[in-house]
């Protein structure tokens, strides 16, 4: 069982890298937030099943990534998306705009499919190896370069298309 110091100490060592993570899958800082929350209770009622396989960075992450995934099938995740469609602006949506302003290559990032986002992201914002980002994802290495060539694909076409209409419009 973890001491109350221990808990505190955990939280405050992995709390930013987790919600950075987190805010990378599911777009929504307050939904983050809550799924940064959520891994550590369930960290907390489970640490004695932890086999230190891994270290508990990692183990912490592959929690935090399969929250993640669970929210953005969730019917939350579904009801955001649509009110955005609809044009209603949310409170955690004007949250996000005034706070945090992304630059535009990581808005074309965050706007990639998720399987080639969290590749883009662990290489080049976490500076993982394609080595290191397999065994964390749990594919074969290849499929992660292979990740990694489309989504800087899908970069290039978009930057490019925004910039030819960037110039249009002037």
Not at 74 to 82: D, G, M, N, Q, V
Not at 125 to 151: D, G, H, P
Request: charged share 30%; hydrophobic share 35%.
């Amino acid at each position: 069982m973890l001491t109350n110091e221990q808990m505190h100490e955990m939280m405050d060592t992995y709390s930013p890298y987790l919600l950075q993570i987190s805010y990378m899958y599911v777009k929504d800082f307050s939904a983050a937030e809550d799924i940064v929350q959520d891994v550590f209770i369930h960290y907390f009622k489970t640490a004695e099943q932890f086999e230190g396989r891994s270290s508990i960075k990692t183990y912490l992450t592959r929690m935090t990534i399969h929250k993640c995934t669970d929210y953005l099938r969730s019917w939350a995740s579904r009801k955001r998306t649509l009110t955005k469609l609809l044009g209603q602006k949310t409170e955690v949506t004007y949250e996000i705009d005034t706070h945090l302003e992304p630059s535009t290559l990581m808005k074309q990032v965050l706007s990639l499919p998720i399987k080639y986002r969290e590749s883009i992201l662990l290489f080049y914002y976490e500076e993982m190896t394609t080595q290191e980002i397999a065994q964390l994802l749990s594919l074969s290495e290849n499929t992660v370069k292979t990740r990694l060539r489309r989504a800087r694909e899908l970069l290039k076409e978009r930057t490019a298309t925004q910039s030819w209409e960037e110039l249009a419009d002037e």
